[in-house]
């Protein structure tokens, strides 16, 4: 339900409409949901492949399947976290953070996007030392484990998916999952190459491909949740077109300014805005109208509308409150 609400300020009149907000930040019990549960299920069984990784790894002599551990390990690390940064959102405003807790999800996002960065210089220093200084390798014992890694980085990744395109904390635990994926078919490729052709340069060299690709995934996923962070407007959403709906949405309004769009977490879309109206226009038609068209073409359910009857109050401090033809 839209609750509306009108003050004083400068002299003027302004009502504010508050919308639907989009990210629910109310408990869904002390438990895990669905989607955190999907985390949860994703961290135990990377945990478990990380510690089978590393045996294999001391068995067979692969440095390989070591440095595919500590991959692992990195990312049971990112997946633990994600599971955190899911279940903090859900707690409900408090007095400090009137918004709640929705943004730890986008900052688990941001860091799991930095951790890629800081595995990627690890995959790739580990690569040219491998390239120069070649060990043997047990292949057969390499091939099955590499081959179980991946397998169950498989369920993990099909696990994950589906997730919302705004939702980057479970995009940075998919993130993870997918650099474990690539490094267990370079470590099943390499394992069959070092059998079949005695190609130790193979691992190293496929591990370097592999490294390539994680950084561009990375570089795209710290973009995003630095994006969001930095209130940007959200992908997909340009402010001249909105500004031009809503000045289109009623006959009362004038000129809309003012305005700012930004997304608080997963889906959450925002807005607040400044409406001018004519001289016989009316606020509460306005309200409804402004609040129709960001709620239904540009799915902005939070939104706050200020009310000018005349010239923008804020013009001192750097209001476009002029009419735009």
Known sequence: MSHTHGHSHDHADHAHEHGAHGHDHAHEGAGLNGRERKLAFAFVLTALMMIAEAVGGLWSGSLALLADAGHMLVDALALLLAVLGAWMARRPADARRSYGYGRVEVLAGFLNALTQFALVAFIAYEAIERLFTPTPILSGVMFIVALVGLVVNLVVLRTLHGHDHDDVNVAGAALHVLGDLLGSVAAVLAALAVRWMDWLWADPVLSLLVSLLILNSAWRLLRRSAHIL?????????????????????????????????????????????????????????????NRVLGERFGIRHVTVQIDPGPCPDHTRGCAGQRRD
């Open 230 to 290: 930095l209130e940007g407007v959200p992908e997909g959403l340009d402010t001249g077109e909105i500004e031009i709906a809503l000045r289109e949405s009623d006959v009362s309004i004038s000129n809309v300014h003012h305005l700012h769009v930004w997304q608080l977490a997963s889906g959450s879309r925002m807005a607040t805005v400044h409406a001018q109206l004519h001289d016989e226009g009316n606020g509460a038609t306005a309200i409804a109208a402004i």
